[in-house]
C-alpha cells in the first residue's frame, strides 16, 4: 500500500545555522523554513549557496550548529547517527548527486540493495519491482553491468532508481537530472515527479534544471545562505 497523505511529512526548520570554518560565513545563516506535507518543492540557488546542505540536514545526514530541523514527528537534528540511520530508512528515499552506486554491484543489485535495506525484497507495501523501475528509467539492457561499466548518465538513472524503487514519506534529490540529455531528464523528471504525487510524499530537490522549477508546486531560493524570493513551480 503506498503511503497515505498522512504519511508525508511536514518539513520545518527553525533559525538554522550550519558552518564548517569557525572563522568563515556560515554555509546557511538563521534559516526559517516551512514546507507543507506533500509539496514538492524545487530549492535553486547559485553553486555554493547551501542547497547541499540544507538536503543533508533535511534528510539526517548532518546536524545543524545551531536550530532545529523537524520531519514530521521527528526532530532530526537530535538524532545521534544510529537513530538518523535507521529514521532514513523508513522515511527518507535519497537521489544523490555524487551517486554512490556501491561499485563491485551491478545496476540491478545496486536497485535490489535499497529494496533489502528497506526490508522489501519483493517491492510490496507501495514499493516498485526492481525491475519495473529500471524499466522505467530505460536500463533494461544494462541491469547486469556495474558503476564502472556505466556512462555517468547511466549511474545517475541508476541513482534515480535505487531512490525510487522504495515507497517513503519524504524524498530528497540532490541535482538529480545534473548528468543527463534534454530528453533524458524531462522523462526523469516525470518519472519522478509521478512516483512522489502517487504516493502523497513530500519532495525536496535541488536543482539548476529549469524543467524541474516549471514541474514542482513552490520554488524556494537560497543565496548565501540565507533564503531569498519564493515563487510557484510554473510561474
Known amino acids: 500500500m503506498s503511503p497515505s497523505d498522512a504519511d508525508a511529512p511536514t518539513i520545518s ?6 558552518r564548517f570554518d569557525v572563522e568563515g560565513a556560515p554555509v546557511l545563516d538563521r534559516i526559517d523554513l516551512e514546507i ?3 509539496s514538492l518543492v524545487a530549492l535553486v540557488g547559485p553553486s555554493g549557496s547551501g542547497k547541499t546542505t540544507l538536503l543533508n540536514l533535511v534528510a539526517g545526514l548532518d546536524r545543524p550548529d545551531a536550530g532545529t ?5 521527528a526532530d532530526v537534528s537530535t538524532l545521534d547517527d544510529d537513530d538518523a540511520a535507521r529514521w532514513r530508512r523508513s522515511t527518507v528515499a535519497s537521489i544523490f548527486q555524487a551517486k554512490g552506486l556501491v561499485p563491485h554491484l551491478t545496476a540491478r543489485e545496486n536497485v ?10 519483493r517491492g510490496d507495501g507501495g514499493s516498485d519491482s526492481v525491475g ?3 524499466t522505467a528509467v530505460g536500463l ?3 541491469v547486469g553491468h556495474r558503476p564502472g561499466q556505466l556512462s555517468g548518465g547511466q549511474q545517475q538513472r541508476v541513482a534515480i532508481a535505487r531512490g ?8 530528497v534529490a540532490d541535482e538529480p537530472t545534473a548528468e543527463l540529455d534534454t530528453d533524458t531528464g524531462e522523462r526523469m523528471i516525470e518519472l519522478l515527479v509521478d512516483r512522489v504525487r502517487a504516493r502523497g510524499a513530500t519532495a525536496l530537490i535541488a536543482t539548476h534544471d529549469v524543467a524541474v522549477v516549471a514541474a514542482v508546486d513552490r520554488v524556494v531560493r537560497l543565496v548565501d545562505g540565507h533564503l531569498a524570493a519564493e515563487r510557484g513551480g510554473d510561474g
Open 13 to 18: 526548520l527553525r533559525d538554522v545555522v550550519r
Open 36 to 38: 507543507d506535507a506533500g
Open 69 to 73: 530541523v523537524r520531519v514530521g514527528d
Open 112 to 121: 535490489d540493495l535499497a529494496l533489502r535495506l528497506a526490508g522489501d525484497t
Open 132 to 134: 519495473e523501475i529500471l
Open 140 to 142: 533494461d539492457e544494462v
Open 164 to 171: 525510487l524503487v522504495v515507497a517513503r514519506g519524504l524524498v
